[in-house]
């Protein structure tokens, strides 16, 4: 059994261990659109599924946004959400890094060379989700968030969030809901 509770800096604690899905959110660091194409936005997806499947967990629901993600999930059965976040994050920012590298004009180097670059902001914000009726909430503002900030005039036509999978049943980058992995344990609401 896993720590339920893992202490972080400024009083902020993470609960692990009672099977709980968990809403993250993470932003770019200062919030800079970062993931404000559709090629960032696709790369995070693969890295996301790369993600999901070496530590097995279940992508409950997902949305990328120009400066921001919301993401869904189980507990992953090896290691902690932490661990997935931190190796999310990582291979990420390691490729975006790695392609603006690539895509520099040699005679700017010095430039670049003295200042570190961040993608990601260092902390993300965790809400353990253990009834239905949070699952459905937290889906509904995932999925309406494009809408609601003006990117799109309905949750279908944003093709970097999990709403075509339920909506359209199509099968994206990441997959969605993936029962083999494990069954998910959400409390019904009391009556």
Not at 24 to 43: A, E, H, N, V
Not at 63 to 83: A, C, D, F, G, R
Not at 95 to 103: C, D, I, S, T, V
Not at 167 to 177: H, I, S, T, Y
């Amino acid at each position: 059994m896993r720590d339920y509770s893992v202490g972080m800096r400024q009083n902020l604690k993470r609960y692990y261990g009672a099977g709980h899905l968990h809403f993250i959110t993470c932003s770019c660091y200062r919030r800079q659109p970062f993931l404000g194409t559709p090629r960032r936005r696709d790369l995070l997806l693969t890295v996301l599924e790369q993600v999901r499947k070496r530590y097995q967990f279940v992508v409950a629901g997902y949305v990328v946004m120009p400066e921001h993600i919301h993401l869904l999930i189980s507990e992953p059965q090896k290691k902690t959400p932490s661990t997935v976040m931190q190796a999310l994050k990582l291979g990420f920012a390691r490729r975006l890094l790695a392609q603006a590298k690539r895509n520099r004009n040699p005679a700017q180097a010095v430039l670049f060379a003295r200042s570190p670059q961040h993608v990601w902001q260092r902390r993300f914000y965790d809400f353990n989700v253990w009834t239905e009726h949070k699952r459905i909430e937290k889906l509904r503002y995932l999925h309406r968030n494009p809408v609601e900030r003006g990117l799109v005039a309905s949750p279908e036509l944003w093709r970097w969030s999990s709403f075509r999978a339920y909506f359209l049943g199509e099968a994206g980058r990441v997959r969605v809901n993936d029962s083999e992995v494990l069954k998910m344990t959400i409390r019904p609401l009391p009556h």
